[in-house]
């Protein structure tokens, strides 16, 4: 069964950092495309981050340069760091999972994305 579970997220002012970490059951990281998406309230669910085969990492625009997405191997965690945080990357944060591992294409696609967790509030002030 394939479960992920979130937690960090908060409040933090403008330029502050924060961690989102998403620990993974099933043992899905070889064969899933992983990734962070976020919904502001009134708006579309997006894609932040994503991590698939063969090291690929990709971002939004917006987030590129101050987001990095990475998984602690021992623990099984996918881990988004956050820097630089601006009042607009505030939203409810969701770490998602797809097969294959591939994350192309439809990446931000998240209609396409079949494992959701939970969610955790980011609020940047």
Same mark, same amino acid.
């Given at each position: 069964?394939?479960?992920? %579970? ?5 409040? %933090?002012?403008? @330029? ?13 990281? #070889? ?16 894609? !932040?981050? !994503?991590?698939?085969?063969? @090291? +690929?990492?990709?971002? &939004?625009?917006?987030?590129? @340069? ?8 021992? &623990?099984? &965690? =996918?881990? =988004?760091?956050?820097?630089? +945080? ?7 944060? $969701? ?6 591992? #591939? ?5 931000? #696609?998240?209609?396409? $994305?079949?494992?959701?967790?939970? @969610?955790?509030? %980011?609020?940047?002030?």
């Amino acid at each position: 069964d394939v479960q992920l %579970v979130e937690s960090g997220g908060g409040s %933090v002012q403008t @330029g502050g950092s924060l961690r989102l970490s998403c620990v993974l059951t099933g043992d899905i990281h #070889n064969s899933h495309c992983m990734g962070w998406f976020r919904q502001a309230p009134g708006k579309e669910r997006e894609g !932040v981050a !994503v991590r698939g085969s063969a @090291g +690929l990492k990709l971002y &939004t625009e917006s987030v590129e @340069g101050r987001f990095s997405i990475w998984r602690d191997g021992p &623990t099984d &965690t =996918l881990i =988004l760091d956050m820097t630089n +945080l601006k009042p607009e990357d505030t939203a409810m944060y $969701y770490c998602a999972a797809r097969a294959p591992r #591939n994350c192309r294409p439809d990446t931000w #696609n998240w209609q396409s $994305y079949q494992y959701w967790a939970q @969610g955790t509030q %980011v609020t940047v002030s």
